[in-house]
């Protein structure tokens, strides 16, 4: 079987699987579900083209890391034909353990238990079936390869997750300013004493590619609306949660959700529930709310049809004391209950760029290898590096 397909994808154009086992692993049904998992939670109420998958985002990104490995082989780096089929596959999988509407719900249906942790434990699952080529993607996924660097392709101030999202999302979103100049930011890459560095010819594209994920962040990640409907949606859950420890709450609802609405798993139970919770997507949720539009509980039926039909709450940034203020002021409009789910205060921030974290380098023709922040003349990459910007917000019923 000819298993070296060919994908038209709207950004990228035709984009090829480079690696049988690749093909097998889109095959899994664990990667097909990725289908049906929003890219971007609930965004779609307020960019309705932003209606794309974690399953178009992982084959964007695995086009990205291909691309990226050619790069790094023909500036002469030995990357063995097994390390680069473990990294294509490493950022493949990287996204397996999103649950339905992605962040949305993160820590949720399994209590404080993140995507990155249930994606690793996917992978594992697969070696049985994958073998070696698998266990050397967990190793680049986990930071355990002998190579850093592949590492820093799939998890990175830089990595290819970052560059297909911000492109991908703007794509489908329509928001112009988070467009990056992949192709020319991936062309320039190099390696130095086993980290990822940019030739100095693209420091305009890395300082563009800074500031293009901080406007994405606050039109689209962050956007207010999109922010108070996972909000929303997150509470629903949460409701769902308490009542199921007081009553039977799987009627109108798929099986497994009711399950993950009973059991409170955790990271240590994981394990041991990953096929139950591998079968939920978006259409378990939706589903739902829809069923639960009718129940008697007012706060379970106010979310999920306010979630429905688009009647959101109102939702206002503004400095931290103001927001207190206020809250303290519409307390006494809702009953000790409703406060905890229709008074939503909290804060969003936005970190576009953290040298604490990791670095991006410059190379100069000389050698020379600097951090960003030290050659920028964008005084905004500077200060967003030194300053992430908070923002408080009050979120209620309109």
Not at 187 to 203: F, G, P, S, Y
Request: net charge negative; hydrophobic share 40%; with cysteine.
């Amino acid at each position: 079987m000819n298993k070296r397909k060919i994908f038209n994808d709207p950004v990228y154009g035709f984009i090829s699987i480079p690696y049988d086992i690749v093909f097998d692993v889109i095959e899994h049904p664990i990667f097909q579900r990725l289908r049906r998992i929003q890219q971007l939670g609930l965004s779609s109420l307020v960019y309705p083209g932003a209606t794309h998958s974690r399953f178009h985002h992982s084959l964007g990104a695995m086009h990205l890391m291909h691309k990226s490995l050619d790069v790094l082989k023909a500036k002469g780096h030995p990357i063995s034909e097994q390390e680069s089929k473990a990294a294509v596959l490493a950022i493949l999988m990287h996204d397996l353990g999103h649950g339905p509407f992605s962040h949305a719900l993160e820590g949720v249906l399994m209590r404080d238990v993140h995507h990155e942790h249930i994606s690793m434990l996917l992978m594992q699952q697969l070696i049985d079936e994958f073998g070696d080529a698998i266990e050397e993607a967990i190793a680049i996924f986990t930071n355990q390869h002998p190579k850093k660097y592949l590492h820093q392709l799939v998890s990175g101030q830089l990595d290819m997750d970052r560059l297909d999202y911000l492109t991908r999302d703007s794509f489908y979103s329509g928001v112009s300013e988070g467009v990056v100049g992949y192709d020319r930011i991936i062309n320039m890459l190099d390696v130095h004493e086993d980290n990822i560095v940019v030739e100095e010819k693209a420091v305009y594209s890395i300082e563009k590619f800074i500031v293009a994920r901080r406007l994405m962040y606050w039109q689209v990640y962050l956007h207010k609306t999109s922010l108070v409907a996972d909000l929303m949606l997150k509470n629903v859950m949460l409701r769902a949660k308490e009542l199921a420890q007081k009553t039977d709450m799987s009627k109108g609802i798929s099986e497994n959700l009711a399950f993950f609405l009973k059991e409170q798993i955790d990271a240590e139970q994981a394990p041991m529930y990953l096929d139950k919770f591998a079968s939920l997507d978006d259409f378990d949720v939706i589903q739902a709310l829809k069923y639960w539009m009718q129940h008697e509980d007012n706060i379970l039926c106010t979310l999920s049809s306010s979630i429905i039909n688009r009647k959101l709450f109102k939702i206002e940034f503004a400095e931290d004391a103001k927001i207190n203020e206020k809250f303290q002021a519409l307390k006494s409009s809702f009953d000790e209950d409703e406060i905890r789910y229709f008074l939503l205060k909290g804060q969003a921030q936005n970190n576009a760029y953290n040298p604490e974290k990791d670095n991006i380098y410059i190379k100069f023709k000389d050698g020379t290898i600097k951090e960003i922040t030290e050659i920028s003349e964008q005084w905004n990459v500077r200060s967003l590096s030194e300053n992430p910007v908070v923002k408080h917000y009050l979120a209620y019923p309109k």
